[in-house]
Antibody, heavy 121, light 108 residues
Framework: EVQLVQSGAEVKKPGESLKISCKGSGYNFTNYWIAWVRQMPGIGLEWMGMIYPGDSDTRYSPSFEGQVTISADKSINTAYLQWSSLKASDIAMYYC??????????????WGQGTLVTVSP | EIVLTQSPGTLSLSPGERATLSCRASQSVSSNYLAWYQQKPGQAPRLLIYGASIRATGIPDRFSGSGSGTDFTLTVSRLDPEDVAVYYCQQYGSSPRTFGQGTKVEIK
């Protein structure tokens, strides 16, 4: 069974760094793109970017490029989303999602449970 | 970047009625790489439809997708109370992938 298990909720202060994780299991982690999706409180879904763990090929949405870093460690089947300096506007639920197929063009067929990030002074 | 506009914003219908949700793209969606997701309150999104009209595994046949180019539709043939959710379309044929703003489906 394909599973994506994300790290737990985080409460941070503005200016702090953060790295959240998404661990895949039940499939060959290196062969499927993993995307990150932001959902701000009461708002819709925003695609942030994606990574191919096999070679770490990474694509970002222009809206998020330079604001976050997406990475992966294929030795432990885990993808990451990190911030170097959090802002109040980063408060959101963050989902990781795996492609339905191994193709570059694939919908997100499997989703993690989400990681809630709170930023408060 | 392809902008997806969904309508209506909210749909309020009675059980058993037909729900028709629209997703319009600012430019043609490559090879109909258009997906629909369902997000129930407090849950992660779930893939319903991909390739504009292919139901994902385990999705009831009352859900159907249609359309091509810039105009796409998700139809729920007979609305069930468990279908209360926000529905999002997404194009995955070009980068950046983009989502519509969502349509909220309520039961009267």
């Amino acid at each position: 069974e394909v599973q994506l298990v994300q790290s737990g909720a985080e409460v941070k202060k503005p200016g702090e760094s953060l790295k959240i994780s998404c661990k895949g299991s039940g499939y060959n982690f290196t062969n499927y793109w993993i995307a990150w999706v932001r959902q701000m409180p009461g708002i819709g879904l925003e695609w942030m970017g994606m990574i191919y763990p096999g070679d770490s090929d990474t694509r970002y949405s222009p809206s998020f490029e330079g604001q976050v870093t997406i990475s992966a460690d294929k030795s432990i089947n885990t993808a990451y989303l990190q911030w170097s300096s959090l802002k109040a506007s980063d408060i959101a639920m963050y989902y990781c999602a795996r492609g339905l197929s191994g193709s570059y063009v694939s919908p997100s067929g499997y989703w993690g449970q989400g990681t809630l990030v709170t930023v408060s002074p | 970047e392809i902008v997806l506009t969904q309508s209506p914003g909210t749909l309020s219908l009675s059980p058993g009625e037909r729900a028709t949700l629209s997703c319009r793209a600012s430019q043609s969606v490559s090879s109909n790489y258009l997906a629909w997701y369902q997000q129930k309150p407090g849950q992660a999104p779930r893939l319903l439809i991909y390739g504009a009209s292919i139901r994902a595994t385990g999705i009831p046949d009352r859900f159907s997708g249609s359309g091509s180019g810039t105009d796409f539709t998700l139809t729920v043939s007979r609305l069930d109370p468990e279908d209360v959710a926000v529905y999002y379309c997404q194009q995955y044929g070009s980068s950046p992938r983009t989502f519509g703003q969502g349509t909220k489906v309520e039961i009267k």
